[in-house]
């Protein structure tokens, strides 16, 4: 089995003008030290506005994390008025493109297929999709969280190659734990990235399910982390609230240093 290396990404959401923005990632590269970063790779997800000021400032001072982004659209270019193409962000060297993310889904009316559509055109512009899926309170309670999550990884990945779905990263992220301070408990989300694993073994085979980046998401904390971190199927962490702030971030992605 190959080695995966963890992913930690802080989803910023719609928060931080680009002088905040500038402040958190200069803040934060002083908290993370050259041993986290040959550990872990580290991602910041700022809103579409701040972008171009962290990548600079990423750029300027040698700041080793990956940037990232929050969405983007499908289409290379044309007629859609507020949107942003795949390509826009990887000339600002995005890296990493969160798609599906929950909010996305429930506030914007992102199916499966439009997310499947978005899945290929960051793969398309040699971007990395962080895949995000998960189960809302109401359908853990009636049984229904791996079914839901395994229809969302097949249609989302619907005609993915296997090569490229070895590439990616896909974040459980059940719905009830996201910004509400109740985590899944450590042995539920290893339950679930392990069926997470188990949908893209049947669908894609032994490599990409060797390969494929696994994140939980869901109030992760710096209390949390470790325990979190430390599940066999679980190869990083996708972070909202306690992101936007250097010491509480970096403290998660120094889980290895806490005692569990
Ligand atoms: C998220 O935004 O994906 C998330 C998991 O948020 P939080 O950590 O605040 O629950």
Excluded at 37 to 63: M, Y
């Amino acid at each position: 089995m190959s080695e995966r290396r963890p992913l930690i990404s802080g989803n910023w959401k719609m928060n931080l003008n680009h002088f905040e923005a500038l402040r958190l990632v200069q803040e934060l590269s002083y908290e993370i030290s050259r041993d986290d970063v040959d550990a872990v790779d580290i991602s910041v997800h700022p809103p579409f506005t701040d972008i171009r000021t962290v990548q600079t400032t990423l750029e300027t001072d040698r700041i080793p994390f990956f940037l990232g982004a929050q969405n983007c659209h499908h289409e290379s270019s044309g007629a859609f008025t507020g949107e942003v193409a795949p390509s826009m962000l990887a000339k600002l060297n995005v890296a990493y493109v969160i798609v599906g993310h929950s909010e996305r889904r429930e506030l914007f009316g992102e199916t499966d297929e439009i997310v499947n559509a978005k899945v290929k055109a960051v793969l398309g512009a040699e971007m990395t999709p962080i895949l995000c899926v998960g189960e809302t309170l109401e359908e853990r309670e009636a049984g229904e969280a791996e079914s839901k999550v395994e229809t969302q990884i097949r249609g989302s990945l619907a005609r993915v190659k296997a090569e490229d779905v070895a590439s990616l990263v896909i974040a459980y992220e059940p719905i009830w734990a996201i910004g509400t301070g109740r985590t899944a408990s450590a042995e539920d989300a290893q339950a679930m990235c392990a069926t997470v694993r188990a949908v893209v073994r049947d669908k894609w085979g032994d490599t990409a399910a060797d390969e494929v980046r696994i994140q939980y998401g869901g109030s992760v904390k710096p209390v949390n982390a470790a325990e979190l971190m430390t599940q066999p199927d679980i190869d990083g962490a996708l972070v909202g609230g306690a992101s936007l702030e250097a010491a509480s971030f970096a403290r998660i992605v120094q889980y290895r240093l806490h005692d569990l």
